[in-house]
């Protein structure tokens, strides 16, 4: 069965810096993966997916994902964070056939803080 | 821009009592989901609906729930008693494709006592 583990529930940085948000996969075969953003008191946004395409994919708000199959990796990365990006992050693979949302599994979510 | 719209917000019941939540997808969407979280848990499927029927469903979508869409706007989840442990956040989903995009409504904070 499909699985994510998202390695850090809490990521703090100073505006400006690089954000990591880390995420590693299980999947018995080639998975779709998403990841998605929360904020406060708002619905689960889609910042962007993975879908057996281009390894590196970029996302909303300058964010971008890069598939790394050696590694089971799927990691969320932006060069430079600023205030509006303090959410939570989801980290999600879809275990409904193949290309397709239909049942999404999430990851327990990373709170990004960014900090002046 | 088109979302998709829960109500209500946040509902305080008793233990054993029916919830209905509500749901608005957006107009031209086919396929509805819910999904829950529970307070500190992941994120967890409930239930997947199509064509007036429920295409997929999670072990945790027993007996006591139940999913409608009773006129062309409305997707509804309801629980037929509920427990304390149904007290959780519930989103709603729509998409336009089995495999589009799905697009979360802000979500319904049930609270059990």
């Known amino acids: 069965a499909q699985s994510v583990t998202q390695l850090d529930s809490h990521v703090s940085v100073s505006e400006g810096t690089p954000v990591l948000l880390r995420c590693n996969y299980s999947s018995s075969y080639s998975p779709s993966l998403f990841w998605y953003v929360q904020h406060p008191n708002k619905g689960l946004q889609l910042l962007l997916k993975y879908t057996s395409a281009a390894t590196l994919v970029k996302g909303i708000n300058g964010f971008e994902a890069e598939f790394k199959k050696s590694e089971t990796s799927f990691h969320l990365t932006k060069p430079s964070a600023h205030m509006s990006d303090a959410a939570e992050y989801f980290c999600?693979?879809?275990?409904?056939?193949?290309?397709?949302?239909?049942?999404?599994?999430f990851g327990a979510g990373t709170r990004l803080a960014v900090h002046p | 821009e088109p979302e998709v719209t829960q109500t209500p917000s946040h509902q305080v019941t008793q233990m054993g009592q029916e919830v209905i939540l509500r749901c608005v997808p957006i107009s031209n969407h086919l396929y509805f989901y819910w999904y829950r979280q529970i307070l500190g848990q992941k994120v967890e499927f409930l239930v997947s609906f199509y064509n007036n029927e429920i295409s997929e469903k999670s072990e945790i979508f027993d007996d006591q729930f139940s999913v409608e869409r009773p006129d062309g706007s409305n997707f509804t989840l309801k629980i037929r008693s509920t427990k304390l442990e149904d007290s959780a956040m519930y989103f709603c989903?729509?998409?336009?494709?089995?495999?589009?995009?799905?697009?979360f409504g802000e979500g319904s904070r049930l609270t059990v006592l």
């Open positions: 999600v693979v879809s275990e409904g056939f193949s290309g397709g949302y239909n049942k999404l599994i």
């Open positions: 989903a729509s998409s336009g494709r089995a495999d589009g995009e799905l697009f």
